[in-house]
Protein backbone atom coordinates (compact mmCIF):
# COMPACT_ATOMS: atom_id res chain seq x y z
CA UNK A 1 0.00 0.00 0.00
CA UNK A 2 1.37 3.55 -0.88
CA UNK A 3 2.17 5.85 1.70
CA UNK A 4 0.14 8.76 1.52
CA UNK A 5 1.08 12.36 2.31
CA UNK A 6 0.72 13.86 5.88
CA UNK A 7 0.69 17.26 5.88
CA UNK A 8 0.40 17.45 9.45
CA UNK A 9 3.68 18.17 10.61
CA UNK A 10 2.72 17.22 14.66
CA UNK A 11 1.17 14.06 13.64
CA UNK A 12 3.59 13.38 11.77
CA UNK A 13 6.10 14.24 13.92
CA UNK A 14 4.27 11.88 16.75
CA UNK A 15 3.98 9.05 14.27
CA UNK A 16 7.62 8.96 13.41
CA UNK A 17 8.86 9.01 17.40
CA UNK A 18 11.21 6.80 19.48
CA UNK A 19 11.88 4.38 15.88
CA UNK A 20 14.60 3.82 13.23
CA UNK A 21 14.13 2.08 10.25
CA UNK A 22 15.89 -1.27 9.80
CA UNK A 23 15.66 -4.20 7.62
CA UNK A 24 12.62 -2.52 6.03
CA UNK A 25 10.54 -2.09 9.26
CA UNK A 26 10.12 0.88 11.83
CA UNK A 27 11.64 -0.66 15.13
CA UNK A 28 12.62 0.69 18.86
CA UNK A 29 16.38 1.16 19.96
CA UNK A 30 17.21 -1.81 21.58
CA UNK A 31 18.03 0.07 24.20
CA UNK A 32 14.32 1.09 24.51
CA UNK A 33 15.65 5.00 24.82
CA UNK A 34 15.13 7.74 22.95
CA UNK A 35 15.32 11.52 23.32
CA UNK A 36 13.56 14.76 22.65
CA UNK A 37 13.47 16.35 19.19
CA UNK A 38 12.54 20.04 19.79
CA UNK A 39 10.76 22.62 18.24
CA UNK A 40 13.45 25.57 17.94
CA UNK A 41 10.47 28.36 17.20
CA UNK A 42 8.85 27.51 20.34
CA UNK A 43 11.08 24.93 22.36
CA UNK A 44 8.43 22.20 22.81
CA UNK A 45 8.70 18.76 22.44
CA UNK A 46 7.15 17.84 19.00
CA UNK A 47 8.43 14.02 19.48
CA UNK A 48 11.06 11.80 20.61
CA UNK A 49 14.14 9.87 18.44
CA UNK A 50 15.51 6.44 19.02
CA UNK A 51 18.19 6.46 20.61
CA UNK A 52 20.84 4.35 18.58
CA UNK A 53 23.89 2.11 20.24
CA UNK A 54 26.10 -0.44 18.59
CA UNK A 55 23.66 -3.00 18.88
CA UNK A 56 21.44 -1.18 16.64
CA UNK A 57 24.15 -0.31 14.46
CA UNK A 58 24.68 -3.86 14.43
CA UNK A 59 21.51 -4.73 13.28
CA UNK A 60 21.34 -2.32 10.53
CA UNK A 61 24.54 -3.19 8.82
CA UNK A 62 23.96 -6.81 9.39
CA UNK A 63 20.57 -6.39 7.40
CA UNK A 64 22.50 -3.69 4.57
CA UNK A 65 25.22 -6.32 3.72
CA UNK A 66 22.69 -9.21 3.22
CA UNK A 67 20.65 -7.20 1.17
CA UNK A 68 23.43 -5.54 -1.15
CA UNK A 69 24.43 -9.12 -2.59
CA UNK A 70 20.91 -9.42 -4.23
CA UNK A 71 20.69 -5.65 -5.79
CA UNK A 72 24.74 -5.37 -6.65
CA UNK A 73 23.38 -8.82 -9.14
CA UNK A 74 20.55 -6.27 -10.46
CA UNK A 75 21.50 -5.17 -13.78
CA UNK A 76 22.37 -1.57 -13.15
CA UNK A 77 19.59 0.39 -15.33
CA UNK A 78 16.95 -1.98 -13.31
CA UNK A 79 18.58 0.02 -9.98
CA UNK A 80 18.40 3.32 -11.59
CA UNK A 81 14.30 3.05 -12.14
CA UNK A 82 14.12 1.79 -8.61
CA UNK A 83 15.66 4.82 -7.99
CA UNK A 84 14.20 7.27 -10.18
CA UNK A 85 10.67 5.72 -8.50
CA UNK A 86 11.81 6.63 -5.23
CA UNK A 87 12.42 10.32 -6.33
CA UNK A 88 8.86 10.22 -7.92
CA UNK A 89 7.57 9.38 -4.84
CA UNK A 90 9.48 11.63 -2.57
CA UNK A 91 8.07 14.28 -5.22
CA UNK A 92 4.49 13.92 -4.04
CA UNK A 93 5.71 14.09 -0.55
CA UNK A 94 7.15 17.13 -1.15
CA UNK A 95 4.76 19.46 0.81
CA UNK A 96 4.85 17.24 3.53
CA UNK A 97 8.06 17.05 3.68
CA UNK A 98 9.07 20.84 3.64
CA UNK A 99 6.42 21.16 6.71
CA UNK A 100 8.46 18.68 8.88
CA UNK A 101 11.63 19.84 8.24
CA UNK A 102 10.49 22.96 8.95
CA UNK A 103 8.97 22.12 12.18
CA UNK A 104 11.82 20.16 13.48
CA UNK A 105 14.64 22.74 12.40
CA UNK A 106 13.13 26.12 11.95
CA UNK A 107 14.14 27.05 8.66
CA UNK A 108 11.51 28.78 6.99
CA UNK A 109 8.97 26.58 4.68
CA UNK A 110 8.35 28.79 2.00
CA UNK A 111 12.14 30.25 1.53
CA UNK A 112 13.90 26.66 2.85
CA UNK A 113 12.18 23.86 3.58
CA UNK A 114 9.66 23.22 0.95
CA UNK A 115 12.51 23.53 -1.84
CA UNK A 116 15.19 21.50 -0.15
CA UNK A 117 12.17 18.66 -0.14
CA UNK A 118 11.93 19.20 -4.13
CA UNK A 119 15.86 19.14 -4.54
CA UNK A 120 15.92 15.98 -2.34
CA UNK A 121 13.81 14.35 -4.83
CA UNK A 122 15.20 15.50 -7.89
CA UNK A 123 18.35 14.07 -6.65
CA UNK A 124 17.13 10.49 -6.56
CA UNK A 125 15.57 11.12 -10.38
CA UNK A 126 19.09 12.42 -11.49
CA UNK A 127 21.17 10.16 -10.08
CA UNK A 128 18.76 7.46 -10.96
CA UNK A 129 19.33 8.11 -14.43
CA UNK A 130 22.56 7.78 -14.75
CA UNK A 131 22.99 4.02 -13.73
CA UNK A 132 23.59 3.34 -17.49
CA UNK A 133 26.97 5.41 -16.86
CA UNK A 134 28.49 2.83 -14.44
CA UNK A 135 31.18 1.70 -17.05
CA UNK A 136 34.57 0.57 -17.36
CA UNK A 137 37.14 1.13 -19.96
CA UNK A 138 38.97 -1.37 -22.74
CA UNK A 139 42.96 -1.28 -21.89
CA UNK A 140 45.12 -1.43 -25.60
CA UNK A 141 47.67 -3.38 -23.15
CA UNK A 142 48.17 -6.55 -25.87
CA UNK A 143 46.57 -7.23 -28.84
CA UNK A 144 46.42 -11.40 -27.93
CA UNK A 145 44.92 -10.34 -24.81
CA UNK A 146 41.10 -9.05 -23.87
CA UNK A 147 41.95 -6.64 -20.75
CA UNK A 148 39.27 -4.12 -19.66
CA UNK A 149 38.15 -2.55 -16.28
CA UNK A 150 34.75 -2.70 -14.58
CA UNK A 151 33.34 -0.84 -11.95
CA UNK A 152 31.84 -2.42 -8.43
CA UNK A 153 30.03 -1.59 -5.70
CA UNK A 154 31.79 -1.08 -2.47
CA UNK A 155 29.30 -3.03 -0.49
CA UNK A 156 27.90 -1.31 2.93
CA UNK A 157 28.29 2.67 2.74
CA UNK A 158 27.80 4.36 6.30
CA UNK A 159 26.59 8.03 5.85
CA UNK A 160 26.49 10.65 8.61
CA UNK A 161 24.47 13.78 8.06
CA UNK A 162 24.11 17.20 9.48
CA UNK A 163 20.69 18.95 10.96
CA UNK A 164 21.34 22.10 8.73
CA UNK A 165 19.99 20.28 5.24
CA UNK A 166 19.59 16.91 5.59
CA UNK A 167 17.40 16.08 2.98
CA UNK A 168 19.32 17.20 0.14
CA UNK A 169 22.71 16.13 1.59
CA UNK A 170 21.55 12.63 2.37
CA UNK A 171 20.05 12.58 -0.53
CA UNK A 172 23.96 13.30 -2.59
CA UNK A 173 25.09 10.34 -0.30
CA UNK A 174 22.16 7.74 -0.67
CA UNK A 175 21.20 8.32 -4.20
CA UNK A 176 24.50 7.86 -6.10
CA UNK A 177 25.02 4.50 -3.55
CA UNK A 178 22.28 3.15 -4.20
CA UNK A 179 22.61 3.16 -8.08
CA UNK A 180 26.26 2.46 -7.54
CA UNK A 181 24.80 -1.19 -6.36
CA UNK A 182 25.38 -0.31 -2.85
CA UNK A 183 23.41 -0.81 0.58
CA UNK A 184 23.37 1.95 2.99
CA UNK A 185 22.87 2.89 6.78
CA UNK A 186 22.58 6.07 8.10
CA UNK A 187 23.34 8.34 10.69
CA UNK A 188 20.86 11.32 11.43
CA UNK A 189 21.72 14.37 13.25
CA UNK A 190 20.67 14.31 16.54
CA UNK A 191 18.73 17.61 15.79
CA UNK A 192 17.08 16.68 12.34
CA UNK A 193 16.10 12.68 12.52
CA UNK A 194 12.47 12.92 11.91
CA UNK A 195 11.97 14.02 8.40
CA UNK A 196 15.45 12.02 7.00
CA UNK A 197 12.71 9.05 8.77
CA UNK A 198 9.74 9.86 6.78
CA UNK A 199 11.78 9.79 3.60
CA UNK A 200 13.74 6.37 4.26
CA UNK A 201 10.15 4.99 4.89
CA UNK A 202 8.83 5.93 1.99
CA UNK A 203 11.67 4.87 -0.28
CA UNK A 204 11.29 1.23 1.34
CA UNK A 205 8.34 0.45 0.03
CA UNK A 206 10.19 0.33 -3.51
CA UNK A 207 13.43 -0.67 -2.34
CA UNK A 208 14.55 -3.97 -0.88
CA UNK A 209 14.04 -4.80 2.60
CA UNK A 210 17.62 -3.91 4.81
CA UNK A 211 18.80 -1.68 1.61
CA UNK A 212 18.20 1.50 2.82
CA UNK A 213 18.34 2.16 6.97
CA UNK A 214 18.17 4.83 9.02
CA UNK A 215 19.49 5.10 12.95
CA UNK A 216 19.75 8.08 15.22
CA UNK A 217 21.75 8.61 17.90
CA UNK A 218 24.45 10.14 19.40
CA UNK A 219 28.21 10.77 17.70
CA UNK A 220 29.87 8.78 20.52
CA UNK A 221 27.20 5.44 21.33
CA UNK A 222 25.89 5.43 17.21
CA UNK A 223 28.21 7.37 14.57
CA UNK A 224 31.39 6.06 15.62
CA UNK A 225 29.66 1.97 15.78
CA UNK A 226 28.96 2.62 12.46
CA UNK A 227 32.38 4.13 11.21
CA UNK A 228 34.45 1.68 12.89
CA UNK A 229 31.68 -1.83 11.76
CA UNK A 230 33.69 -4.03 10.27
CA UNK A 231 31.26 -4.40 7.64
CA UNK A 232 30.99 -0.97 6.59
CA UNK A 233 33.38 -0.37 3.68
CA UNK A 234 32.93 3.05 2.49
CA UNK A 235 31.95 6.19 5.16
CA UNK A 236 30.92 9.27 3.79
CA UNK A 237 30.47 12.84 6.32
CA UNK A 238 29.19 15.80 6.14
CA UNK A 239 30.03 18.13 9.51
CA UNK A 240 32.44 19.72 11.71
CA UNK A 241 36.03 19.65 11.40
CA UNK A 242 36.63 18.64 14.54
CA UNK A 243 34.16 15.37 14.29
CA UNK A 244 35.33 14.83 10.84
CA UNK A 245 39.28 14.31 11.70
CA UNK A 246 37.84 11.65 14.18
CA UNK A 247 35.68 10.11 11.14
CA UNK A 248 39.28 10.43 9.26
CA UNK A 249 40.85 8.51 11.35
CA UNK A 250 38.92 5.96 12.43
CA UNK A 251 38.15 4.75 8.77
CA UNK A 252 42.03 5.23 8.45
CA UNK A 253 42.23 2.26 10.86
CA UNK A 254 40.15 -0.23 8.94
CA UNK A 255 41.91 1.17 5.47
CA UNK A 256 38.46 2.49 4.09
CA UNK A 257 37.75 5.31 1.70
CA UNK A 258 36.33 8.75 3.32
CA UNK A 259 34.53 11.56 1.52
CA UNK A 260 34.20 14.40 3.85
CA UNK A 261 32.23 17.58 3.97
CA UNK A 262 33.06 20.21 6.56
CA UNK A 263 33.26 23.33 7.33
CA UNK A 264 33.51 26.84 5.05
CA UNK A 265 34.79 30.68 6.00
CA UNK A 266 33.59 31.44 2.56
CA UNK A 267 34.56 34.79 0.42
CA UNK A 268 32.89 37.00 -1.67
CA UNK A 269 34.78 39.52 -3.91
CA UNK A 270 32.84 42.47 -5.14
CA UNK A 271 34.82 44.77 -7.91
CA UNK A 272 34.42 48.24 -8.76
CA UNK A 273 32.87 47.41 -11.90
CA UNK A 274 30.43 45.05 -10.56
CA UNK A 275 26.84 45.69 -11.25
CA UNK A 276 25.71 46.81 -7.78
CA UNK A 277 22.04 45.80 -7.43
CA UNK A 278 23.10 42.20 -8.64
CA UNK A 279 25.28 41.78 -6.50
CA UNK A 280 23.95 43.19 -3.24
CA UNK A 281 20.93 40.55 -4.39
CA UNK A 282 23.53 38.18 -4.97
CA UNK A 283 25.20 38.57 -1.20
CA UNK A 284 21.78 38.62 0.19
CA UNK A 285 21.25 35.16 -1.04
CA UNK A 286 25.05 33.91 -0.79
CA UNK A 287 24.87 34.51 3.21
CA UNK A 288 22.13 32.17 3.43
CA UNK A 289 20.26 35.09 5.73
CA UNK A 290 16.72 32.85 5.33
CA UNK A 291 18.44 29.55 6.18
CA UNK A 292 20.00 31.71 9.60
CA UNK A 293 23.15 31.73 7.86
CA UNK A 294 23.68 27.77 8.72
CA UNK A 295 25.44 27.23 5.69
CA UNK A 296 28.98 25.78 4.86
CA UNK A 297 28.74 28.06 1.90
CA UNK A 298 27.42 30.91 3.59
CA UNK A 299 29.14 34.09 1.88
CA UNK A 300 30.11 35.69 5.12
CA UNK A 301 33.49 37.31 4.47
CA UNK A 302 32.51 40.00 1.90
CA UNK A 303 34.71 42.21 0.08
CA UNK A 304 33.53 45.59 -2.03
CA UNK A 305 35.70 47.93 -3.37
CA UNK A 306 35.90 51.23 -1.40
CA UNK A 307 33.87 52.72 -4.54
CA UNK A 308 30.55 50.50 -3.62
CA UNK A 309 31.63 49.71 0.08
CA UNK A 310 29.36 52.33 1.98
CA UNK A 311 26.41 51.99 -0.43
CA UNK A 312 26.79 48.47 -0.84
CA UNK A 313 26.10 47.75 2.80
CA UNK A 314 22.96 50.25 3.60
CA UNK A 315 21.41 48.53 1.05
CA UNK A 316 22.41 45.05 2.12
CA UNK A 317 20.92 46.25 5.46
CA UNK A 318 17.89 47.25 3.70
CA UNK A 319 17.32 44.13 2.06
CA UNK A 320 17.57 42.00 5.13
CA UNK A 321 15.66 44.69 7.01
CA UNK A 322 12.73 43.54 4.70
CA UNK A 323 12.54 40.16 5.71
CA UNK A 324 10.35 38.70 7.99
CA UNK A 325 11.55 36.42 10.81
CA UNK A 326 8.27 34.44 12.35
CA UNK A 327 6.83 31.07 12.51
CA UNK A 328 8.75 28.87 10.01
CA UNK A 329 5.52 26.73 9.11
CA UNK A 330 3.72 30.38 8.23
CA UNK A 331 4.10 30.96 4.58
CA UNK A 332 5.13 34.72 5.18
CA UNK A 333 8.10 33.91 7.06
CA UNK A 334 11.40 34.69 5.29
CA UNK A 335 14.02 33.69 8.38
CA UNK A 336 13.08 31.23 10.91
CA UNK A 337 15.57 30.07 13.77
CA UNK A 338 18.67 28.79 14.60
CA UNK A 339 18.40 25.24 15.31
CA UNK A 340 19.47 24.39 18.79
CA UNK A 341 20.14 26.16 21.96
CA UNK A 342 23.67 25.49 21.73
CA UNK A 343 23.90 26.98 18.52
CA UNK A 344 22.15 30.17 19.44
CA UNK A 345 24.69 30.09 22.00
CA UNK A 346 27.65 30.16 19.93
CA UNK A 347 25.91 32.64 17.45
CA UNK A 348 25.62 35.09 20.39
CA UNK A 349 28.95 34.46 21.62
CA UNK A 350 30.41 35.74 17.77
CA UNK A 351 27.75 38.25 17.84
CA UNK A 352 29.55 39.75 21.70
CA UNK A 353 32.90 39.82 20.18
CA UNK A 354 32.70 41.30 17.07
CA UNK A 355 30.83 43.68 18.61
CA UNK A 356 34.02 44.78 20.60
CA UNK A 357 36.25 45.00 17.84
CA UNK A 358 33.91 46.66 14.92
CA UNK A 359 30.38 48.44 13.99
CA UNK A 360 27.65 45.70 13.92
CA UNK A 361 24.44 46.55 11.63
CA UNK A 362 21.43 44.88 13.46
CA UNK A 363 19.24 43.79 11.00
CA UNK A 364 15.17 43.02 10.59
CA UNK A 365 12.87 42.42 13.47
CA UNK A 366 12.36 39.71 16.19
CA UNK A 367 8.76 38.19 16.12
CA UNK A 368 6.40 39.76 18.03
CA UNK A 369 3.63 36.89 18.48
CA UNK A 370 4.01 35.66 22.16
CA UNK A 371 3.55 31.96 20.96
CA UNK A 372 6.96 32.34 19.62
CA UNK A 373 8.86 34.25 22.94
CA UNK A 374 10.84 30.91 23.49
CA UNK A 375 11.95 30.86 19.83
CA UNK A 376 15.61 30.60 18.88
CA UNK A 377 15.23 33.70 16.88
CA UNK A 378 18.34 35.87 16.45
CA UNK A 379 18.70 38.89 14.63
CA UNK A 380 21.00 38.85 11.39
CA UNK A 381 24.36 40.92 11.72
CA UNK A 382 26.83 42.95 9.35
CA UNK A 383 29.50 43.56 10.67
CA UNK A 384 31.88 46.28 9.28
CA UNK A 385 35.24 47.67 10.65
CA UNK A 386 36.67 44.22 11.71
CA UNK A 387 40.02 44.07 12.35
CA UNK A 388 40.76 40.98 9.43
CA UNK A 389 42.24 39.09 12.37
CA UNK A 390 38.95 38.83 14.87
CA UNK A 391 37.31 36.15 15.43
CA UNK A 392 33.97 36.43 13.81
CA UNK A 393 36.06 37.33 11.06
CA UNK A 394 38.15 34.14 10.86
CA UNK A 395 36.05 31.41 12.68
CA UNK A 396 32.69 29.08 10.82
CA UNK A 397 29.76 30.75 12.91
CA UNK A 398 27.32 28.68 10.88
CA UNK A 399 25.20 32.01 11.82
CA UNK A 400 23.39 35.11 10.26
CA UNK A 401 26.47 37.00 10.90
CA UNK A 402 28.65 38.46 7.95
CA UNK A 403 31.72 40.81 7.80
CA UNK A 404 32.20 43.26 5.46
CA UNK A 405 35.56 44.39 4.81
CA UNK A 406 36.37 47.28 2.05
CA UNK A 407 39.27 47.11 -0.12
CA UNK A 408 41.17 49.02 -3.04
CA UNK A 409 44.19 46.79 -4.23
CA UNK A 410 42.61 43.21 -6.22
CA UNK A 411 45.89 41.59 -5.62
CA UNK A 412 46.06 42.16 -1.50
CA UNK A 413 42.07 40.88 -1.62
CA UNK A 414 42.73 38.27 -3.74
CA UNK A 415 45.52 37.14 -0.73
CA UNK A 416 43.00 37.94 1.59
CA UNK A 417 39.79 35.75 0.72
CA UNK A 418 42.59 33.11 0.24
CA UNK A 419 44.24 33.41 3.92
CA UNK A 420 41.57 31.07 5.79
CA UNK A 421 42.33 27.23 6.48
CA UNK A 422 38.64 26.82 4.90
CA UNK A 423 38.31 26.91 1.24
CA UNK A 424 34.82 25.08 0.26
CA UNK A 425 33.10 27.98 -1.83
CA UNK A 426 34.13 31.63 -3.46
CA UNK A 427 32.25 34.42 -5.58
CA UNK A 428 33.80 36.99 -7.34
CA UNK A 429 31.43 40.20 -8.96
CA UNK A 430 32.80 42.19 -12.06
CA UNK A 431 31.97 43.35 -15.09
CA UNK A 432 35.43 42.05 -16.96
CA UNK A 433 35.85 38.84 -18.20
CA UNK A 434 39.51 39.01 -17.94
CA UNK A 435 39.32 39.73 -13.80
CA UNK A 436 36.45 37.05 -13.28
CA UNK A 437 38.58 34.40 -15.13
CA UNK A 438 41.76 35.13 -13.58
CA UNK A 439 39.88 35.35 -9.92
CA UNK A 440 38.48 32.28 -10.77
CA UNK A 441 41.77 30.52 -11.66
CA UNK A 442 43.43 31.75 -8.22
CA UNK A 443 40.44 31.42 -5.61
CA UNK A 444 41.31 28.77 -3.14
CA UNK A 445 38.06 26.88 -3.18
CA UNK A 446 36.47 23.82 -4.79
CA UNK A 447 33.41 25.70 -5.66
CA UNK A 448 33.59 29.42 -7.60
CA UNK A 449 31.26 31.64 -9.06
CA UNK A 450 31.28 34.65 -10.94
CA UNK A 451 28.09 37.00 -10.96
CA UNK A 452 25.96 34.11 -9.32
CA UNK A 453 25.17 32.13 -6.08
CA UNK A 454 23.10 29.19 -6.73
CA UNK A 455 23.21 26.72 -3.79
CA UNK A 456 24.49 23.18 -4.19
CA UNK A 457 22.41 21.05 -6.80
CA UNK A 458 22.50 17.94 -8.50
CA UNK A 459 24.94 17.61 -11.40
CA UNK A 460 27.41 20.94 -10.23
CA UNK A 461 30.31 19.24 -8.56
CA UNK A 462 30.66 20.30 -4.60
CA UNK A 463 33.30 20.11 -1.99
CA UNK A 464 36.28 22.00 -1.04
CA UNK A 465 39.96 21.97 0.04
CA UNK A 466 41.89 22.61 2.59
CA UNK A 467 39.76 22.07 6.29
CA UNK A 468 36.45 22.33 4.05
CA UNK A 469 37.18 18.39 3.35
CA UNK A 470 38.05 15.66 1.17
CA UNK A 471 36.11 14.47 -2.13
CA UNK A 472 33.38 16.06 -4.31
CA UNK A 473 29.48 14.98 -4.58
CA UNK A 474 26.74 15.98 -6.30
CA UNK A 475 28.10 14.41 -10.09
CA UNK A 476 28.29 11.34 -11.65
CA UNK A 477 32.15 11.39 -11.51
CA UNK A 478 31.16 11.22 -7.60
CA UNK A 479 29.27 8.40 -7.98
CA UNK A 480 32.65 6.59 -10.03
CA UNK A 481 35.11 8.01 -7.70
CA UNK A 482 33.20 7.22 -4.15
CA UNK A 483 30.94 4.40 -4.84
CA UNK A 484 32.53 2.08 -6.49
CA UNK A 485 36.04 0.55 -7.34
CA UNK A 486 37.82 -0.40 -10.32
CA UNK A 487 38.52 -4.15 -11.09
CA UNK A 488 40.86 -4.97 -13.85
CA UNK A 489 40.54 -8.04 -15.45
CA UNK A 490 42.50 -9.46 -18.28
CA UNK A 491 41.33 -12.33 -20.73
CA UNK A 492 44.32 -14.33 -22.45
CA UNK A 493 43.19 -15.48 -25.79
CA UNK A 494 46.02 -17.07 -27.33
Request: net charge negative; proline share 6%.
Given at each position: ??????????????????????????????????????????????????????????A??????????????????????????????????????????????????????????S????????????????????V???????????????????????????????????????????????????????????????????????????L??????????????????????????????????????????????????????????A?L????????????F???????T?????????S???????????????????????????????????????????????????????????????????????????F?????????????????????????????????????????????????????????????????Q?????????????????????????????????????????????
Open positions: MTITPNTDPFALARLLSGLHLINGALVPAASGTSFDVINPATGAVIGTAAEGDARDVDAVTAAAKAQKAWKAMPARERGKLVVECGRRLMDHVDELGRLIALETGKALRTESRIEAVLADAFVFFGGLASELKGESPFNPSMLTVTVREPIGVVGAIIPWNVPLLLMALKVAPALVAGNAVVVKSAEEAPLTVLRVCQIMNEVLPAGLFNISGFGPECGAPLVSHPKVGKVTFTGSVETGKIVSRMAADKLIPVTLELGGKSPMIIMGDDEKAIAGATAGMRTRQGQSCASSRIYVHDLHDEFVRRLKANVDAMKMGDPLDESTDIGTIISPDQFARVQHYVSEGKKHGTAHVCSQLPEDPSLKDGLFIQPVITDLPADAAPAREEIFGPVCCVFRFTDYEAVLAEANNSEYGLAATIWTRDLKTALDAAHRLEAGFVVNQNLVVQPNLSYGGTKLSGLGKEATLESMLEHFTHKKTIIVNMG
